[in-house]
């Protein structure tokens, strides 16, 4: 395995570019299976979570094969509907072929995709939103068995106890696209992922309308024909990319990028003294002054999201003043603590809180990687540091930041690939 080593401390400058979003990719390429034409994906950024999932359509009797960021799909023989555990183990996203499959084959075997170090990761939701269309459910050996001689439109409340859930949405809304009548989900993800997804659905002949917002209407259809589509940029990409320019000191002009998909990180980081000047579609990010510690609470969008909460964890590590975090959406996702206290952080957890007293400097060491978000935040800290840090098991970073070093050579960091 590879470890990704740094040398802190110079100030990111210049331009980058950012990838299209992961989590639009996915549940889009898993929409491809409600047609049997072809549909073609433009903007897929090459990650170990989008070759997955090309894997899964395979496994599933799609031809899928991606070329410089373009995606073609098409049927290369009856689809297939058990969406196999060890395919479906790797990435918990894969879940979400699961509407698509019960949506055109009107029966559905997934893989339970199980919890992961973010913490426990249910799928109530996504159950209760299909039986509402009249799937039977059945749990056996791990795998959720989903079939229905028809499917109904229905009116459904996806809130849980956490707020809206994203991919659930995503699953009853493939689900719902080819039912017959009306469905209603009241409490939908508003995530602009979820938006594009629904984009998408309609491209292919889908009437789907309120996408973006808590109610979403679906018309069902008889017939899905093939479509093309290019996905949003990923605005947590983006995100993570401005606080390497804020925690460095630097000045970076981000391009392909949307503002309004960051509006809450935006106005959190101009709060602590960030300036973000919009120029010619692209984004240029800096520091107006010495930044201040800010409070952040994650929530569903267009709240603060939780996939941005490690990153800020490190900026306010670094930050003079006590800054409080609390993680609305995933209590237990702190994973990243431990290791920026590693580097001279002080943070200290209470339950979904984490105060953080800023440090004038981190020092480089030796940290490990958990998941993909809190391996972002080590890069942060690192880039930031004084001295070395070498990040080990960083498969978890290439699942969700499309050429990441390279992108940060060019801003000027010192950052390379090591043999473990
Ligand atoms: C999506 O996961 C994203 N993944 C996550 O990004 C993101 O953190 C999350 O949404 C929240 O924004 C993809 O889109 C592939 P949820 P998802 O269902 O849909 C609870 C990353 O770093 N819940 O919106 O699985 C759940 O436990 C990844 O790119 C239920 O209670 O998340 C959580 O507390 C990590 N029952 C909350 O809802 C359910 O049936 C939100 O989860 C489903 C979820």
Request: with cysteine; aromatic share 4%.
């Amino acid at each position: 395995m590879d470890k990704l080593v740094i040398e802190g401390g110079i100030k990111l400058k210049g331009e980058v570019t950012i990838s299209g979003a992961k989590n639009a990719v996915l549940p889009i390429l898993a929409a491809t299976l409600l047609t049997d034409d072809a549909c073609s994906i433009k903007g897929v950024p090459d990650l170990r979570d989008t070759n997955t999932m090309l894997k899964i359509l395979r496994s599933l009797g799609k031809n899928a094969d991606m070329e410089k960021g373009i995606v073609d799909v098409s049927s290369a023989k009856a689809c297939g509907y058990v969406a196999d555990y060890k395919l479906v183990s790797t990435m918990r996203a894969s879940f979400c072929v699961l509407g698509p499959l019960l949506g055109k084959l009107k029966k559905a075997k997934v893989s339970l995709p199980g919890g992961c170090i973010i913490g426990v990761r249910p799928v109530d939701l996504h159950i209760k939103g299909i039986k509402a269309l009249g799937a039977q459910v059945d749990i056996d050996s791990g795998y959720i068995i989903a079939k229905a001689d028809t499917l109904k439109g229905a009116h459904i409340y996806l809130g849980g106890m956490y707020g809206s859930s994203v991919l659930a949405t995503d699953n009853v809304m493939m689900a719902a696209v080819l039912a017959k009548g009306k469905t209603i989900i009241e409490s939908a993800a508003c995530e602009p992922e979820v938006e594009d997804l629904a984009v998408f659905l309609n491209k292919m002949g889908a009437k789907i309308k309120g996408h973006g917002t808590p109610l979403i209407e679906i018309e069902g259809v008889r017939h899905l024909h093939g479509a093309a589509h290019t996905v949003i940029p990923d605005r947590i990409e983006a995100g993570t990319i401005a606080i390497a320019a804020l925690i460095t000191q630097g000045d970076i002009t981000i391009k392909n990028m949307l503002p309004q998909h960051l509006g809450a990180v935006i106005d959190k980081l101009e709060e602590s003294g960030a300036s973000f000047v919009r120029a010619h579609g692209a984004l240029r990010v800096r520091r107006k002054r010495q930044l201040n510690a800010v409070n952040v609470t994650t929530l569903p969008y267009p709240g603060f999201p939780t996939d941005m909460q490690a990153q800020v964890m490190a900026l306010m590590g670094v930050t003079p003043g006590i800054s409080v975090i609390t993680e609305k959406i995933y209590p237990d996702r702190f994973m990243h603590v431990a290791e920026l206290n590693r580097m001279g952080a002080a943070i200290q957890r209470e339950g979904p809180h984490a105060i953080v007293e800023g440090k004038k400097w981190l020092s480089g060491a030796p940290v490990m990687a958990s998941d993909l978000r809190a391996s972002a935040s080590l890069v942060l800290a690192g880039l930031a540091a004084r001295g070395k840090t070498a990040i080990s098991r960083i498969y978890h970073l290439e699942r969700g930041y499309e050429n990441i070093e390279e992108k940060l050579q060019k801003l000027g960091a010192r950052i390379w690939r090591q043999k473990e």
